[in-house]
């Protein structure tokens, strides 16, 4: 894949984030913070890699917006003190310098709200999969270039997926214990059009190994991956449709866009993310990218009524439900299967 100038700066941002997000895993998340279900951890790791990000996408293209998951009014309250000065000696790890003014204004970048006229914007999750982070599970950084209504670039970083997949026969997020257990990390990047490929995330190389999804064509053979969270994603729902496809595999449970890498990685053939409620609309930063990295490995990603995902409204898929993500030549299988058990 030939690199352009947009991919080389996204992938550098979603690394230089990543550095700041691991750090705050290693000495933030601890057993004390587990067991009080304390969020302030992956409160500091979402804004400092926010900032980091945008300050990256500034610095290099300062015309185009962004549009961020987080705002920065919370940390300007005055209540908020302790944990913007955590931000920002998070944010100096990977910044050295970067005063409190600075922080809150890379973050600021970040609360572009595109309109019909927006021809090009980017769309940044500094932290997919929040609860992930918190259990030391998947988490993913993604961020992702939309043009003229299209999605045209994609980064996924997943710091906690082993950097090698080993297929469908085995759980998503094995680790291959015959080479022992190499550091976990990986980034995927794609750009439309050109494939999807894998990269260390935490080696500065622009050498990617392309990677295809799964093209198990017997349902009942194929692998799913869904939500943790059952509020996120109908777990009843997708049971039913597992057994109509004759799926007898236990449903893999992980958090974030890291779910799209194992579909991209052939890790697993379907993920299905139904609606839970009538009224909740997906937000554009859940999946820009994980759908692009899907679809440029040879997989197609609809909502769950098999319709395209609609990026022109705005910070939601405002006329999407759900989503449904598979490998090769499954797809309309898997629509229909779902269209039995969803209205
Ligand atoms: P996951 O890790 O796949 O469970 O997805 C995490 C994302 O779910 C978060 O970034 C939220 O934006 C999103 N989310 C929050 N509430 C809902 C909901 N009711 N249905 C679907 N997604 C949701
Ligand atoms: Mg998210």
Redesign the pocket.
């Known amino acids: 894949m030939q690199i352009t100038h947009e991919l080389k700066v996204a992938i550098a941002a979603v690394r230089l984030a990543s550095t700041v997000t691991q750090a705050v895993q290693k000495h933030l998340v601890t057993a004390d913070t587990l067991e009080k279900k304390d969020r302030s951890p992956v409160t500091v790791a979402d804004f400092a890699s926010q900032a980091v990000v945008c300050k990256a996408l500034a610095d290099a293209f300062p015309d185009d917006p962004i549009v961020g998951e987080e705002d920065a009014g919370e940390l300007r309250e005055t209540s908020n003190a302790v944990l913007l000065n955590s931000v920002v000696n998070q944010v100096a790890r990977a910044r050295s310098g970067a005063s409190q003014d600075d922080v809150l204004s890379w973050i600021d970048r970040g609360g572009a709200t595109p309109d019909g006229r927006t021809r090009r914007y980017w769309t940044l ?1 500094p932290i ?2 929040t609860k ?1 982070f918190l259990r030391a599970q998947q988490y993913a950084i993604a961020l992702a270039l939309i043009e003229d209504g299209r999605v045209v670039l994609g980064v996924l970083g997943c710091p906690n997926l082993p950097a090698k997949s080993l297929g469908e026969s085995k759980e998503p997020g094995a680790v291959d214990t015959e080479q022992g257990n190499p550091q976990p990390g990986v980034l995927i990047a794609t750009l439309l059009g050109r494939g999807t490929v894998s990269l260390p995330l935490n080696t500065a190389t622009d050498e990617g190994t392309p990677i295809r999804v799964s093209d198990i064509q017997d349902t009942a053979k194929a692998r799913f991956c869904e ?3 059952s ?3 109908n777990q009843s729902d997708s049971a039913k449709v597992a057994e109509a496809l004759g799926i007898t595999a236990d449903p893999v449970r992980m ?2 866009q890291a ?1 799209y890498a194992a579909v991209a990685r052939g890790e697993a053939s379907i993920y299905l ?1 139904l609606p ?2 009538a009224s ?1 609309r ?2 554009i930063w ?1 999946h820009a990218s994980g759908s692009i990295v899907v679809q440029e490995a040879g997989g197609t990603v609809t909502d769950a009524f098999g319709k395209p995902l609609d990026f022109t409204h705005g910070r939601t898929l405002e006329h999407n439900r759900g989503i449904i993500a598979t490998g090769s030549g499954v797809h309309d299988r898997v629509v229909r299967a779902v269209g039995k058990f969803i209205r």
């Open positions: 999750d997919d999969g992930g939500s943790v969270e509020g996120h994603s958090d974030s779910k993310r839970t409620s909740y997906e937000k859940d």
